[in-house]
């Protein structure tokens, strides 16, 4: 069984940045497509930004693009996606997940790894 862990999350002012990370452990998601999505108190849990395998096939949501970036070690197991020019807005809960395939997408469903969260917080 694989596991996922975030790190990096914080309380941060409008316009700092942050880097996330998504260590794997338990098993190599080398060969898998993995994303970031965020969940705010009281809304869906929502797509930010995905990567295929090799590091393609790079997809973000509208509302991050151009601000945030993820990318991926794969010999370290290990996904990022650094924040910059943050906005009161992306204060949610942030999550890693593993796709069932090689291909990205921005859809929970085609997900099967989750990590458990990290809060960031951006104040006015």
């Known amino acids: 069984q694989g596991q996922l862990v975030e790190s990096g999350g914080g309380l941060v002012q409008a316009g700092d940045s942050l880097r996330l990370s998504c260590a794997a452990s338990?098993?190599?998601?080398?060969?898998?497509?993995m994303g970031w999505f965020r969940q705010a108190p009281g809304t869906e849990r929502e797509f930010v930004a995905a990567?295929?395998?090799?590091?393609?096939?790079?997809l973000y949501a509208d509302s991050v693009r151009g601000r945030f970036t993820v990318s991926r070690d794969n010999a370290k197991n290990t996904m990022y996606l650094q924040m910059n020019s943050l906005k009161p807005e992306d204060t949610a809960v942030y999550y890693c997940?593993?796709?069932?395939?090689?291909?990205?997408?921005?859809?929970?469903?085609?997900?099967?790894?989750w990590g458990r969260g990290t809060q960031v917080t951006v104040s006015s």
């Open positions: 338990g098993r190599r998601f080398s060969n898998n497509a």
């Open positions: 990567i295929g395998w090799r590091g393609g096939n790079i």
């Open positions: 997940a593993a796709a069932r395939s090689s291909v990205s997408g921005a859809d929970t469903s085609q997900y099967n790894y």
